[in-house]
């Protein structure tokens, strides 16, 4: 080989050797970015963000869009800042009058979300960031019930203009199992209880609940213009699967019936993929009853071995409850309950054995669902007393969830941008976050499977354009519109 030959080929292995990829200049100009805020939230906001697994549709509706509703539906606002029906009694008025009236406009937003919450505690009279949190459910529950279609356009829209390619929303469309089971009344043995749901008519509630999801998804396909056209709001790109709802604050007979038609409504449809108890974790029902809710778990995950659960454990903090309280709820759904991913687990240090604990969750790969900015209104546990990097370390699948962005104020680019902000995350970590959120959805395994493509491709564009940033700053301009208009 000539000496010029050769120093060619030394040259060109060099510069091979030294030549990197998009993703890893991706990521330096991620940590040339990660002191800077406003950069950040624009690099995240455009970032693929595969699926938020944890979001309940009536928590994240804003509220601006709630006193539409009630305008439309001539409802009334009571002094207690609720919705309530017409005719307007003395004491409340005219949803409407919010539109001219600014201070009840902006006394409305502040009742039916956490913007400018302010926790505050006088003689006889307190609110803590948690009872303002759940007392929003009640306030806009009278509109929040009958506008799903809606609710669904909204929540999907703001995904897909995130690049979020997949939601799986916590929802309650059945009317009819928690009547058919207070009619019933309680039963010690699940046997006969189950027998006397199925004798008083619960069956219906499958194609009641089926109905209702049609309509909604058709409403939320017209007003999105679902139709392959190009005014299509990018919300129709974002597949959406639905987690049936069981409220754990009510009387046990409601519980079971509901229990048992989520698992027979999964069986049914293949859009419903999952069941979740919910309702604040330290209410006096839920706390009595946890035990017996996740024997009903277990009971019919016999039943029905396929339909995934997912359950809210560990939403608790030191002082909400007393500390015996804090001791096995996280376990408990793991091993009794059968859940293959916990809502929150924040908890998780409390718990007895927590090592032992989070080594289990590792191996029988349990992801649990963070949620930073709900976890820091609700239960004021945020930064170092996290155990999000805990779960991390132990090598325990986490995934980066809204919960409740319309509540909190909050979306996914948010709860990412905390993320990255208090613990400092590389981008290779904040991939592994993007990628686990696929993988651990519940969606079918065709359905995972073509999620996984698709978000290769959307970090390959991604990249293409971020990665040319620190080289060549500002070119990426029309490369970001583009990558929207593609979406
Ligand atoms: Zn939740």
């Known amino acids: 080989m000539s000496r010029l030959r050769f120093a060619f080929l030394y040259f060109f292995l060099c510069a091979c050797a030294f030549a990197q990829t998009p993703g890893q200049e991706t990521a330096k100009y991620f940590d040339s970015i990660r002191t800077s805020p406003p950069l950040l939230e624009a690099f995240l906001r455009e970032m693929p963000k595969g699926g938020d697994l944890h979001n309940h549709l009536s928590g994240a509706v804003y509220a601006e869009s709630y006193i539409q509703y009630a305008i439309h539906d001539n409802l009334c606002v009571t002094q207690a800042l609720a919705f309530t029906s017409a005719p307007c009694a003395e004491t409340s008025v005219p949803a409407a009058s919010a539109l001219t009236n600014a201070v009840l406009y902006r006394e409305l937003l502040d009742a039916l979300s956490m913007r400018d919450f302010h926790a505050f505690s006088q003689a006889g009279l307190s609110e803590s960031g948690e009872d303002h949190f759940f007392a929003t459910f009640g306030r806009f529950g009278m509109v929040s019930r009958v506008h799903t279609g809606e609710m669904l356009a909204e929540v999907a829209s703001r995904a897909g203009r995130q690049n979020e390619s997949y939601l799986e929303l916590t929802l309650g469309l059945d009317r009819l199992s928690a009547a058919i089971g207070t009619k019933v009344g309680w039963d010690e043995d699940f046997d006969r209880m189950r027998q006397k749901l199925t004798a008083a008519g619960i069956d219906a509630a499958i194609p009641q609940t089926r109905k209702a ?121 793991v091993e009794v309950g059968h859940a293959q991913r916990i809502g929150h687990g924040v908890d998780v240090m409390e718990e007895d054995r927590p090592i032992e604990l989070l080594r289990e969750m590792a191996e029988k790969h349990v992801a649990v669902e963070i949620c930073l900015t709900s976890n820091d209104l609700i239960l004021g546990v945020s930064g170092d007393r996290h155990p999000f990097p805990v779960y991390r370390k132990f090598g325990v699948p986490v995934v980066i969830a809204t919960d409740d962005e319309g509540v909190s104020r909050s979306d996914m680019t948010h709860e990412y941008l905390r993320a990255v902000q208090g613990y400092a995350l590389t981008y290779s970590d904040l991939k592994k976050l993007v990628r686990d959120s696929i993988d651990y959805s519940f969606a079918e395994p065709q359905v995972k499977e073509q999620l996984g493509r698709d978000l290769n491709s959307r970090f390959a564009q991604f990249e293409s354009i971020y990665g040319t940033e620190l080289r060549n700053p500002g070119a990426n301009t029309k490369g970001t519109k583009d990558t929207k208009e593609n979406r």
Do not use: W
Not at 289 to 297: E, P
């Open 213 to 333: 999801l049609d309509d909604a998804e058709t409403e939320k396909n017209r007003l999105l213009h679902c139709d392959g056209s190009a005014r299509a709001d990018p919300g129709c790109k974002v597949t959406i699967r639905y987690i049936h709802e069981v409220y754990r604050g009510t009387p046990k007979e409601q519980v079971f019936a509901e229990i048992m038609t989520g698992f027979a409504l999964a069986k049914a449809d293949h859009r419903y993929v999952a069941i979740n108890p919910v309702m604040p974790e330290d209410g006096l029902t839920s706390m009595s009853d946890y035990d017996l809710h996740m024997r009903m778990f277990d009971y019919f995950h016999k039943l029905y071995p396929d339909v995934h659960l997912t359950e809210h454990a560990g939403e608790l903090a030191p002082g909400l409850v007393p500390p015996e309280g804090l001791r096995l709820h996280i376990r408990e759904a």
